[in-house]
Every structure is written in structure tokens, then in C-alpha cells.
């Protein structure tokens, strides 16, 4: 594609939509409708999961499905407006301008400005990034969906099964342009984002592996609260 100055600035735009998208504090606001400040319970990670222990499954799953959402609707919504949506042969230029709005999105939930920069830890919203960047992100992420819940029905540890799922993305993904026999400047953008979003994710739960390895993690209650 052709990028003149007006596709720049749409680009642009299109970065701050994605922050901003991703900077929406679901879990915070759903604790204050119900008139608790999620940051003071459980974990104080303000995420689905901590929702989920301390209101209840019902409002954690609200919360999950609204921090998917969060993500992959910028996402989707630029790449059908700049023409990238369901294309396999983007140019890497292309595919990297597509995936820093997807990037955006995960810092914003990480980072939201409206909670002083202290946010979640990325699963959910990075899910919803990789469902936006359809096909090549979606079908992976698809894969690492079912490695979580392998791992959590296994293992009932919410941060060891993101964890792994955030390890296998980029291996999944590796794997699928292999089989496809894509050239390796189209898998760059795609396999250096996938790895760094990887890393965001494990980095953000380093302290859950180490409540791990001493016992003191709070399993999930499979049956619900």
C-alpha cells in the first residue's frame, strides 16, 4: 500500500485509538459499580481474574469478555479501514503499522493513564489483539486458548496457564508459516511481536511463578463462587 501523508495521520490516530482502547480500566470500573476498589482486594492486579475471586465468576467473565473486546476492536476495525483485514500477502511495512495499533492496545491495558499507568497484565486484551489481526495472528491465538485451558483445568493456577499460553503463541504461529511456506520478511512483524507480547506476559507474571514454586498461589475455585 501506499502510504501518502493523509494515511500517515489516519495511522496515527488509529496508535492513539488503540491506547486508548486498551486503557478502559474494565475490572476497575465493574469493582466500582459494585462499590469496591478491586486494587485493595485479592491480588489488586486490576484483571478478570482478580474480579472474578473477589465479586464472583459471573462478574469475571464480564470483565474477560469486555478486556477481549477492548482489544480487538481497534484492531479490526483499522484493519478493515486501511485494507489490511484477511489479506495473507501484506507487505511488512504494512503488517507492522497493523500490528503497532494491536501493541498499543496491550500498553494501554497495561499501562492506562487513568490509573497512574498501573494496569492489568495483558492476557485478555493481548487475546483480543490477536483475534483482530486476522488470519495470520487469530489462528495461533486459537491454539493458545486451548493450552490455557489445558493448563488451568490441570493445574487451576490462572497465571501459570497464561504463562504458557503466552510461551507456545509464537511457536504456534512459527509452526503455521512453515506449513505455509511463508517468506521469512513477511513472518518478521509477526514473529517479533508475538515473542514480545510473549514476554510482556511472562514478565507480568513473574510474581505469580514465584507464589508458585512456594506454595502460596490461591488456586481458582473450578466450581465458582
Same mark, same amino acid.
Given at each position: 500500500m501506499c502510504y501518502d501523508g493523509e494515511m500517515t495521520w489516519i495511522w496515527w490516530i488509529w496508535l492513539i485509538v488503540g491506547y486508548l482502547c486498551g486503557s &478502559?480500566?474494565? /475490572?476497575? =470500573?465493574? *469493582?466500582?459499580?459494585?462499590? &469496591?476498589?478491586? !486494587? !485493595? =482486594? *485479592? /491480588?489488586g492486579n486490576v484483571g478478570a481474574t482478580n474480579v472474578g475471586r473477589i465479586l464472583g465468576r459471573q462478574f469475571g467473565v464480564i470483565c474477560l469478555l469486555l478486556d477481549v473486546a477492548k482489544g480487538s476492536i481497534p484492531v479490526l476495525c483499522c484493519g478493515w479501514m486501511l485494507g489490511y483485514l484477511g489479506k495473507l500477502d501484506l507487505e511488512p511495512g504494512d503488517s507492522w503499522r497493523w500490528l503497532a495499533v494491536a501493541v498499543m492496545a496491550v500498553l494501554g491495558h497495561v499501562f492506562p493513564v487513568w490509573l497512574k499507568f498501573k494496569g492489568g497484565k495483558g492476557v485478555a486484551t493481548g487475546l483480543g489483539v490477536l483475534l483482530g489481526c486476522w488470519p495470520w495472528l487469530a489462528l495461533p491465538a486459537v491454539g493458545a486458548v486451548i493450552v490455557w485451558l489445558i493448563v488451568v483445568v490441570l493445574s487451576r493456577y490462572m497465571g501459570l496457564a497464561s504463562v504458557f499460553a503466552a510461551g507456545v503463541l509464537p511457536i504456534f504461529l512459527a509452526g503455521i508459516f512453515c506449513i505455509k511456506g511463508i517468506a521469512l520478511a513477511t513472518q518478521g512483524p509477526y514473529i517479533t511481536v508475538t515473542t514480545s507480547l510473549a514476554i510482556l506476559v511472562i514478565l507480568r507474571h513473574r510474581g505469580n511463578l514465584v507464589r508458585i514454586w512456594a506454595g502460596t498461589e490461591p488456586k481458582i475455585d473450578m466450581l465458582g463462587k
Open positions: &478502559v480500566p474494565f /475490572s476497575w =470500573l465493574i *469493582g466500582k459499580i459494585q462499590g &469496591v476498589d478491586i !486494587r !485493595r =482486594l *485479592g /491480588s
